[in-house]
């Protein structure tokens, strides 16, 4: 930060890129304008590229979002956390639902973003010395990928692509003035910038931001005139950055701890979820484009990867909507525990998706609403620094200042994820295996 100009009371951004497994923080400076601060590597996030329609789909959210020091939660199960807002005005107008979608430490995703504890660590700091300096909430952008003419060609016949061409409007809005886009949603659509009261663009913005639509067109159309096949990305479960791939993973304990082994120092991942589909890789699907204007019926697949195969075959989704609904590629079944009646190898349960064994079960303008969610008052509080769980009592938790979300316990299990409404108790719905209450 100080290299750069910075102080650790800057007002912050984060911007998440799925496909490409990494987080970005950014700072702003005086002049109001963001700059990049750090990249870190994402450990796991799961589901395939798309939107999270509703619960128990697995998929991380994408989309606009703003983080109140209300969302922040130093005493998650998963070291530390904050909640991503989801779901959103945007996510509600399409009947989304799900909770409790975290950015948190670990390396165990249904749902959410696992950054590994010093990943979130790190996040965490920077956000709450944000709020600090007085910062009332920070936006969230989450991406598919980096919205770059080669993803845009490569990814151009996927049915999510309306949906993720709406993304990009808020994306080239920053890109631009490297300010946060101000998110409102009109006729169930994001709108950016738009005047005060209505779903009109900001004209003064309107140029400069067509002239940047223009040559991603134009890199778009020589990309395709130069033979860049259209796919789709199929996950067997999500993703993660390479360089954890790039490392050599070693057991702790059976499935519930592993470590980047590298030349500085062994690192602690905790959970690693479903580490046989991290194994298989995503799969690039050849697809052609869409039916006849208006058919509505997004692509066809016209062929499987030739080498090795997602977990499931993929089925193709149908729909008349104008944006259809993400391709369910495979039956996604919440982890399971550790089981000890599995005395495999740990090398031949990682790889059993390889190597065939071990698979997992299977209209008018509308009003203007915020896409996030009002920003904390000035008077909210700020969030605490970490304590430790097991300084709270099981069944009498010490009261937290207004504005926080209350700590409970219970006499089986502490709670996994807290979001603004509260700590959920772990015997009030029941904790799935992985540590999540419903995602």
Same mark, same amino acid.
């Given at each position: 930060?100080?290299?750069?100009?910075?102080?650790?009371?800057?007002?912050?951004?984060?911007?998440? /890129?799925?496909?490409?497994?990494?987080?970005?923080?950014? #700072?702003?400076?005086?002049?109001?304008?963001?700059?990049? !601060?750090?990249?870190?590597?994402?450990?796991?996030?799961?589901?395939?590229?798309?939107?999270?329609?509703?619960?128990?789909?697995?998929?991380?959210?994408?989309? *606009? @979002?703003?983080?109140?020091?209300?969302?922040?939660?130093?005493?998650?199960?998963? @070291?530390?956390?904050?909640?991503?807002?989801?779901?959103?005005?945007?996510?509600?107008?399409?009947?989304?639902?799900?909770?409790?979608?975290?950015?948190?430490?670990?390396? =165990?995703?249904?749902?959410? @973003? +696992?950054?590994?504890?010093?990943?979130?660590?790190?996040? @965490?700091? !920077?956000?709450?010395?944000? *709020?600090?300096?007085?910062?009332?909430? /920070?936006?969230?952008?989450?991406?598919?990928?980096?919205?770059?003419?080669?993803?845009?060609?490569?990814?151009?016949?996927?049915?999510?692509?309306?949906?993720?061409?709406? !993304? #990009?409007?808020?994306?080239?809005?920053?890109?631009?003035?490297?300010?946060?886009?101000?998110?409102?949603?009109?006729?169930?659509?994001?709108?950016?910038?738009?005047?005060?009261?209505?779903?009109?663009?900001?004209?003064?913005?309107?140029?400069?931001?067509?002239?940047?639509?223009?040559?991603?067109?134009?890199?778009?159309?020589? !990309?395709?005139?130069?033979?860049?096949?259209?796919?789709?990305?199929?996950? +067997?479960?999500?993703?993660?950055?390479?360089?954890?791939?790039?490392?050599? &993973?070693?057991? /702790?304990?059976?499935?519930?701890?592993?470590?980047?082994?590298? =030349?500085?120092?062994?690192?602690?991942?905790?959970?690693? =979820?479903?580490?046989?589909?991290?194994?298989?890789?995503?799969?690039?699907?050849?697809?052609?484009?869409?039916? +006849?204007?208006?058919?509505?019926?997004?692509?066809?697949?016209?062929?499987?990867?030739?080498?090795?195969?997602? +977990?499931?075959?993929?089925?193709?989704? =149908?729909?008349?909507?104008?944006?259809?609904?993400?391709?369910?590629?495979?039956?996604?079944?919440?982890?399971?525990?550790?089981?000890?009646?599995?005395?495999?190898?740990?090398?031949?349960?990682?790889?059993?998706?390889? &190597?065939?064994?071990?698979?997992?079960?299977?209209?008018?303008?509308?009003?203007?609403?915020?896409?996030?969610?009002?920003?904390?008052?000035?008077?909210?509080?700020?969030?605490?620094?970490?304590?430790?769980?097991?300084?709270?009592?099981?069944?009498?938790?010490?009261?937290?200042?207004?504005? &926080?979300?209350?700590?409970?316990?219970?006499?089986?299990?502490?709670? #996994?994820?807290?979001?603004?409404?509260?700590?959920?108790?772990?015997?009030?719905?029941?904790?799935?295996?992985?540590? /999540?209450?419903?995602?």
């Amino acid at each position: 930060m100080s290299e750069k100009g910075m102080t650790k009371s800057d007002p912050i951004l984060v911007r998440v /890129f799925k496909k490409e497994s990494e987080l970005e923080v950014w #700072k702003r400076s005086v002049d109001g304008h963001y700059a990049h !601060l750090k990249t870190y590597p994402i450990c796991r996030w799961s589901g395939q590229l798309g939107p999270k329609r509703r619960e128990g789909d697995r998929q991380a959210p994408e989309g *606009f @979002y703003t983080i109140t020091p209300a969302q922040m939660n130093p005493n998650s199960s998963y @070291y530390l956390s904050f909640d991503t807002g989801y779901p959103n005005a945007y996510d509600r107008a399409h009947g989304g639902t799900g909770s409790y979608l975290m950015v948190h430490g670990s390396c =165990s995703s249904r749902g959410c @973003y +696992a950054m590994t504890d010093e990943g979130i660590a790190e996040v @965490y700091a !920077l956000a709450r010395e944000a *709020f600090a300096g007085g910062q009332k909430g /920070f936006q969230f952008q989450a991406y598919p990928f980096r919205m770059t003419a080669e993803n845009l060609a490569k990814f151009r016949h996927d049915p999510n692509m309306p949906y993720w061409r709406n !993304l #990009k409007e808020g994306n080239d809005v920053f890109e631009i003035t490297k300010r946060e886009a101000k998110v409102a949603v009109c006729n169930g659509r994001y709108a950016f910038n738009t005047v005060a009261n209505s779903c009109t663009p900001d004209p003064t913005l309107a140029p400069a931001l067509a002239q940047k639509e223009e040559r991603d067109r134009q890199e778009v159309a020589e !990309l395709i005139a130069k033979g860049t096949p259209a796919v789709r990305l199929v996950y +067997a479960d999500g993703g993660q950055h390479e360089s954890f791939r790039q490392t050599a &993973f070693a057991a /702790f304990g059976g499935d519930s701890g592993f470590a980047i082994l590298d =030349s500085r120092k062994p690192r602690n991942l905790g959970d690693v =979820s479903r580490p046989e589909a991290l194994a298989q890789g995503p799969q690039e699907i050849p697809v052609e484009g869409p039916a +006849a204007a208006g058919s509505g019926r997004g692509t066809t697949l016209l062929a499987a990867a030739s080498t090795r195969k997602p +977990a499931a075959a993929a089925r193709v989704a =149908s729909s008349r909507t104008a944006e259809p609904a993400p391709i369910v590629v495979a039956k996604a079944e919440p982890e399971t525990a550790n089981s000890a009646a599995d005395s495999r190898p740990f090398y031949e349960r990682m790889l059993g998706g390889v &190597f065939g064994r071990n698979a997992e079960p299977a209209k008018p303008a509308e009003p203007v609403a915020a896409a996030s969610g009002a920003p904390a008052s000035a008077a909210s509080p700020l969030p605490p620094r970490r304590k430790s769980v097991s300084a709270v009592p099981a069944k009498t938790a010490p009261a937290a200042p207004a504005g &926080f979300a209350k700590p409970q316990a219970s006499a089986a299990r502490p709670e #996994k994820h807290a979001s603004a409404a509260g700590f959920v108790q772990a015997g009030s719905v029941g904790p799935t295996p992985n540590g /999540f209450v419903r995602n």
